[in-house]
């Protein structure tokens, strides 16, 4: 089977319980970058997404809803030329889709007991942990099961939808300002 579903789960967190997880996960698990992330969210149907960061650009699209836990995800990267990123934008100008939101992001992305644990900061927005896993189809609720047990690990309750839907079309609403 294919490996094209990410699995995640997210929890808003306070800067202190940040900076307590970025000591934690530099001691006990695998560091695999340190980024910094401009995303732009395109205003279309589909959740489609340009993004440029130290090692490039990509344009990306996630199927289903914006926070389902589960969702089939489609990647294309460019190479490290700025331009690129430019051009990625013209492009979906150009093909009538604007820009919806911009993101800026600095990112701690760390291997830790086999799941992708991401730090965040983004800037107007807060601080996330994230975990993540790529599943198949017919494993993606046993790694969600996995997740949520890597949470209450790290003694952190996830944040319901609701709560980053509110905070989501808060910023959404607002992120010219906020940036």
Known sequence: ?????EVEIRSFIPE???NELLDFFKQNAELKKE???ETHYFDCEQDLRIQKN????KIWLKK???HDDTREEIEIHTSSDENNFEN???LFNTLGHNVEIKWLRKRNQFIWKGITVCLDYTKGYGYIIELEKISDEENKEKALEELKLRLRELNIEET????FNEKYNYYKENWRNLI
């Not at 089977?1 to 579903?5: A, E, P, V």
């Not at 130290?54 to 650009?57: A, D, K, Q, R």
């Not at 319901?160 to 709560?163: A, D, G, L, N």
């Open 64 to 66: 289903g809803k914006l």
């Open 16 to 18: 202190e319980k940040y």
């Open 35 to 37: 980024d910094f992330q």
């Open 54 to 57: 130290n090692s490039g650009s």
């Open 160 to 163: 319901p939808k609701e709560v």
């Open 88 to 90: 990625l934008e013209k």
């Open 1 to 5: 089977m294919t490996k094209n579903i």
